[in-house]
């Protein structure tokens, strides 16, 4: 079974430059999710998906960051424009379902690490 | 507020030692916990999920506890191997409407030949 796919797996960008990234779930997940994790802390849960719907985007920055899932599979996350402490890793996850149930176990990408000079 | 908390933040231990790692949460209501492995440079890869019912699971050389009642839980890793350098994070999922899952920091553990 293939995993979760994102990339890029690196970017460096300056200041008020845009940015997106692109996440591809594991087929037939109908939850995606997208966290950011700056160094030496948990990721932090930016936006939530439900097919291409969102349930959760509480604590994403919407003054700059957008993410979009068209059609229910792939999905992208984009910042416009970067700040310096944007820098972080750019993790992004699915699940069969919505939601923290204990069979409901969520899969990662490998990340995409952003640096904003 | 619901917190998880870690520790130690970082460890270092010889290879072929034990150790064990700390979480205590103020979540609330609980509906199960996780240990998640985390690579440098990669996603987190879920190692154990405990629901309220259960004490211990273990996964190969990982062992988690839970004691829910003082709520905290443990993850120890036995005969530990240079691939086990890894952070090593606890998250609580919240048993509400949107069962939303609760990240703590992380330990950062380096095994040393």
């Known amino acids: 079974e293939a995993g979760v796919a994102q990339s890029p797996r690196y970017k460096i960008i300056e200041k008020r430059q845009s940015v997106a990234f692109w996440c591809n779930p594991i087929?037939?997940?109908?939850?995606l999710y997208w966290y950011q994790q700056i160094l030496g802390q948990g990721p932090k849960l930016l936006i939530q998906?439900?097919?291409?719907?969102?349930?959760?985007d509480s604590q994403l920055p919407k003054d700059r960051f957008s993410a979009e899932r068209l059609k229910g599979v792939d999905s992208t996350l984009k910042i416009q424009p970067a700040k310096l402490e944007d820098s972080a890793v750019y993790l992004c996850?699915?699940?069969?379902?919505?939601?923290?149930?204990?069979?409901?176990?969520?899969?990662f990408g490998p990340g995409t690490r952003l640096t904003v000079l | 507020k619901n917190q998880v908390e870690q520790s130690p933040q970082s460890l270092i231990i010889l290879e072929g030692k034990n150790c064990t790692l700390q979480c205590n949460y103020t979540v609330s209501p609980f509906s199960n916990l996780r240990w998640y492995k985390q690579d440098t440079g990669r996603g987190p890869v879920s190692l154990t999920i405990?629901?309220?019912s259960e004490n211990t699971k273990s996964n190969g050389r990982y062992t988690a506890t839970l004691d829910a009642d003082t709520k905290q839980s443990s993850l120890h890793i036995t005969a530990s191997q240079l691939s086990d350098s890894a952070s090593y994070i606890c998250?609580?999922?919240?048993?509400?409407?949107?069962?939303?899952?609760?990240w703590g920091a992380g330990t950062k553990l380096i095994i040393k030949p």
């Open positions: 087929s037939g997940h109908a939850t």
């Open positions: 996850a699915s699940s069969l379902e919505y939601g923290g149930k204990s069979y409901n176990e969520q899969f």
């Open positions: 405990m629901t309220f």
């Open positions: 998906f439900q097919n291409n719907g969102v349930v959760d």
């Open positions: 998250v609580v999922i919240e048993r509400d409407s949107n069962y939303q899952l609760i």
